[in-house]
């Protein structure tokens, strides 16, 4: 899952493109940025993957944080996925339910079935920094974009002493995707996801995510403390903390289903 799951995180921002050429080293002989991509996409998810997580909401319009607590569970091959938020109690119950590219939410208070339609697909999702569109993920990092390496930065604010793959994704012409380039940093040893900044259209940096608290998940190493500040929003950040994730789950077919998203648990 993308919260685009991917999933889903308060920093503070450097507005100067940390990937100009200038302050890169060069990639070995050999590096492949495909590659690289697809290792940063592994190491978040499996083909079934649940995950439990709270998420964090500041804005200026908010007298405090807004605190979401919720589980979700992804399959990936099969493009499903499902979440169930259990906190703050007025939303407790609450679920959405992905298929393909379709995407429905159920409210428990009115006992409704919702389906987003692509015109809502850029909105809030629960409030927070991330979009309807990051819980779809209707467009594939891998598929969707071609990869180029930048180079080796070896002094990325935030993971002291770790160097990282520095990789653009330039959208292919046709593709449904949001963002007009994606530069990533990649973790060089175990391709663990270290920060993403995503650029509009006009080549304007417009939100950026990173990923911090690296623990150890089986041959993984996993970021459990993500954080998305936009950068056009003064004062607004989210941050996602991970409390449990579990690789190559067991998932009952039946989790994606209507029947179940209305299934409320409070």
Known sequence: MRFALSPLMTIVISIASASANAELLPAPPGSDAREIARLAEDTLRSARTILEAEMTVVSPRLSNPRVVRFRSWEERDTKQSMIRISKPPKDAGTGFLKIESNLWMFVPRVERTIRIPP???????????????????????LDDYDHRLLGIDNALEGNPGLSAYVVEYLPHEDAPVVWGKITAWIELEHGTPLQQDFYDEDGQLMRRMRFSDI?????RQVPHHWSMVPLDKEGHSTTIAIEEIVFDAEIPADIFTKRNLRKARR
């Open 119 to 141: 015109s809502m697909m850029l909105q809030s999702w629960m409030g927070s920094d991330m979009t309807n569109d990051d819980l779809v993920k209707e467009s594939s990092t």
């Open 215 to 219: 623990r150890a998940v089986g041959e």
